[in-house]
């Protein structure tokens, strides 16, 4: 499956951002999905994940309140809604399909179970 990621850009501190994660070549509801992110120097560092229904979700204690994953499997597309962003918050973020996993081991990985990547798009928060 080919991942494309959208949607970031320069945002004020407190405003938002919504993330898109197109999927191709194969269904996206055969994947738990995630977003994840990383600042140069730093960690990848987990995000959001979703089940493949979509029906749970998990989240890094930064985001919780703030950040919300989402996806809408016919349309083999994935979401994250950022609000309420913090300068914190600047990163590239990459959208990631774990083929055989949960998305709750894709989160506790940071990724590493992750079988495809997409190519991250780059959020800057600014005050």
């Known amino acids: 499956v080919q991942l494309q990621a959208s949607g970031g850009g320069l945002v004020q501190a407190g405003g938002s951002l919504r993330l898109s994660c197109a999927a191709s070549g194969r269904t996206v509801s055969s994947y738990a999905m995630g977003w994840f992110r990383q600042v140069p120097g730093k960690e990848r560092e987990s995000v959001a994940t979703i089940t493949r229904r979509g029906d749970s979700t998990y989240y890094a204690e930064s985001v919780k309140g703030r950040f919300t994953i989402s996806r809408d499997n016919a349309k083999n597309m994935v979401y994250l809604q950022m609000n309420s962003l913090k300068l914190e918050d600047t990163a590239v973020y990459f959208c990631?399909?774990?083929?055989?996993?949960?998305?709750?081991?894709?989160?506790?990985?940071?990724?590493?179970?992750?079988?495809?990547w997409g190519q991250g798009t780059l959020v800057t928060v600014s005050s």
């Open positions: 990631a399909a774990d083929k055989e996993g949960t998305a709750f081991g894709l989160h506790r990985s940071g990724g590493v179970t992750s079988d495809y």
